[in-house]
């Protein structure tokens, strides 16, 4: 079954300091999100993308997070200049088309000290 | 978008039959019903999605009642590993849709 890949799954890092997370969608998917969950707390929207630019964002995606989908297979988000409330399990989804079905990758857990 | 209610949790027993309803009272023409289950520590997973009467796989069933104005979710026979929380999302293909998680219903299953 095709799924969602998403790298690292968990990276610590220093606060101040720039991470990208990566994700590999599913091949014939043209809707990609991100999402993040801060621990013991409800999924949260980020961003979607589609068509090669976002599509919509919401109040957290501010200046510090990007994304990109720089080679057609992967689909990368940055945070320039992470803060400690930045730590939680971001996630990646990918779907065929709006309001179809979210394939969501493992996860990757940030941790900023 | 139409917003979601549900129960914050359930508790059930092995073997027990389990149903969640959803509201949403102000849920549009093109809207569909969408539900996820969340392990700790994972991604949401989907479930079932459904957009009037009765939807059922391999894993649930979906009732949607005529003025479509709740949902129920219904797992018949569920196991421990049922434990999860289960998010309830309503939403349209067409214009701007974002999947939006609300707190969901955390449903413990005791032996």
């Known amino acids: 079954e095709p799924e969602v890949t998403q790298t690292p799954s968990h990276q610590v890092t220093q606060m101040g300091q720039e991470v990208i997370l990566r994700c590999v969608p599913i091949?014939?998917?043209?809707?990609f999100y991100w999402y993040r969950q801060i621990l013991g707390q409800k999924v949260e929207f980020l961003v979607s993308?589609?068509?090669?630019?976002?599509?919509?964002k919401s109040e957290i995606f501010d200046d510090q997070f990007s994304v990109e989908r720089p080679d057609g297979s992967n689909f990368t988000l940055k945070i320039r200049s992470t803060k400690l409330e930045d730590s939680a399990m971001y996630f990646c989804a990918s779907s065929e088309g709006q309001g179809r079905e979210l394939f969501f990758g493992e996860g990757s857990r940030l941790t900023v000290l | 978008l139409a917003k979601t209610t549900q129960p914050i949790s359930m508790d059930s027993y092995e073997g027990q039959e389990v149903n969640i309803t959803c509201s949403h009272n102000?849920?549009?023409?093109?809207?569909?019903i969408t539900w996820y289950q969340q392990f700790p520590s994972q991604g949401p997973r989907f479930i079932i999605q459904?957009?009037?009467t009765k939807v059922t796989n391999e894993v649930a069933s979906l009732f949607i009642p005529a003025d479509r104005k709740s949902s129920t979710l219904s797992l018949p026979r569920v196991s421990l590993s049922d434990t999860a929380v289960y998010y309830c999302?309503?939403?349209?293909?067409?214009?701007?849709?974002?999947?939006?998680f609300g707190r969901g219903t955390s449903l413990i299953v005791h032996p």
């Open positions: 102000n849920i549009a023409t093109n809207d569909y």
């Open positions: 999302l309503v939403g349209d293909e067409k214009g701007s849709y974002i999947p939006t």
């Open positions: 091949s014939n998917h043209l809707y």
């Open positions: 459904g957009y009037k």
């Open positions: 993308f589609y068509n090669n630019e976002i599509s919509e």
